[in-house]
Nanobody, 120 residues
Framework: QVQFVESGGGLVQPGGSLRLSCAAS????????AGWYRQAPGAQRELVAT???????NYADSVKGRFTISTDNIQKTVYLQMNSLEPEDTAVYYC??????????????WGQGTQVTVSS
């Protein structure tokens, strides 16, 4: 049973940095596409960043220039480097991964979420 487990969230002051990780807990062949989403209290889940197999990336306007998404297909992990954090970035962050399994099937996975709180 493959799962993707997030880590790296926490409390940080405005202007600070965090790196979120989303790692496969079971064996997969490769990560194809991945994205990070976030959901603040009382708000809908929103897209933060995506990356594809070819390496192209896309970011929400609110995080461009501050966040970087990347994939390590040796470690089977997706990262979100977050710099210059603002209180408005406070939310639960979720990863979403499309992966090819060893039976060549493609499946989608959601992480369980990790809390990021930006506050002084």
């Amino acid at each position: 049973q493959v799962q993707f487990v997030e880590s790296g969230g926490g409390l940080v002051q405005p202007g600070g940095s965090l790196r979120l990780s989303c790692a496969a807990s079971g064996s997969i062949r490769t990560i194809l596409h991945a994205g990070w989403y976030r959901q603040a209290p009382g708000a809908q889940r929103e897209l933060v960043a995506t990356t594809t197999t070819g390496g192209s990336t896309n970011y929400a306007d609110s995080v461009k220039g501050r966040f970087t998404i990347s994939t390590d297909n040796i470690q089977k992990t997706v990262y979100l480097q977050m710099n210059s954090l603002e209180p408005e970035d406070t939310a639960v962050y979720y990863c979403n991964v499309q992966a090819r399994n060893w039976d060549w099937k493609i499946e989608g996975y959601w992480g369980q979420g990790t809390q990021v709180t930006v506050s002084s």
